[in-house]
């Protein structure tokens, strides 16, 4: 008799040469699908989990706003303070590089409680007035986010070979136009990656807003628990839901990627 590896299992009809591994399913995936189905049990057969659920998933507007309102302007601040990275002009590259390191030598929660309460308070001195929490917290978690971006713009803009910044403009294109029409659609494809990981960094710290007050699922469940003192009911429930929202953002760029990915590349 054959013996059979225990490692691969044929999954088609007798004959076939489909195989699957134990080692090649997902296990990780599968394991966080139970976490949250687990979660999602309890919230639909308890009482407790499901008042829990109902108040803490009120915050989830919220997120999703400070996460991509967040994420737009440090795509934009980003981007222009990479290239002032890039920039022959000492006075730009200089400034560029001191607004990177210092965003990136404070604290996330340090630097948004110095722009949202310290900066905003000094501001609407002379303003008249001081914007809402959300406002605030998304700026902050922008200018924050900038300063990663544009080092990651900046790696992808110097990724691109010289012959083709030379081939553009041999043609008779000028600089701006060849970075435009030639550098950065090749960079934006090539740091995709790094971007979706920024973006969901940026997801999991706009939890940090939650200190300004601002009503998302952090602060809506350090509200609930406050009053129910219901801890474990209350913070197994936001785990499900940055369980759910960052792994599905996971698999959603990864499905991306493949999609843009150049063949053989």
Known sequence: MTTIDQEEISVG???STSRWTWSGIPWWLLGIIATVAVIGFQVLTKEKWREGFDFISAGLTFTLL???GGFILALVLGLTIGLARLSDNTV???LAMYYIEVIRGVPVLV?????SIVGFGELSNFIG???AAVYRGTLALGIIYAAFIAEVFRAGIQSISSGQKEAGASVGMARSQVMRFIVLPQAIRNVM?????????????SSLVSLIAVRELTQMTKLWTG?????????LI??????????GLSLLLRWYEKRIEVPGG
Do not use: C, M, Q, W
């Not at 990656?193 to 999991?204: E, M, S, T, V, Y």
């Not at 009053?227 to 913070?235: D, M, P, Q, T």
């Not at 936001?238 to 792994?247: A, E, K, N, S």
């Open 238 to 247: 936001l785990t499900g839901f940055y369980l759910t929202l960052t792994v």
């Open 13 to 15: 009809p007798p004959g």
């Open 111 to 115: 630097t948004i409680l110095l722009i």
């Open 193 to 205: 990656p790094a971007l979706g990981n920024d973006l969901i960094a940026l997801l999991k710290d």
């Open 66 to 68: 400070v996460t991509l």
């Open 129 to 131: 007035f001081r914007p």
């Open 227 to 235: 009053r129910s003192f219901a801890f474990l009911e209350g913070y």
């Open 92 to 94: 730009l590259k200089n």
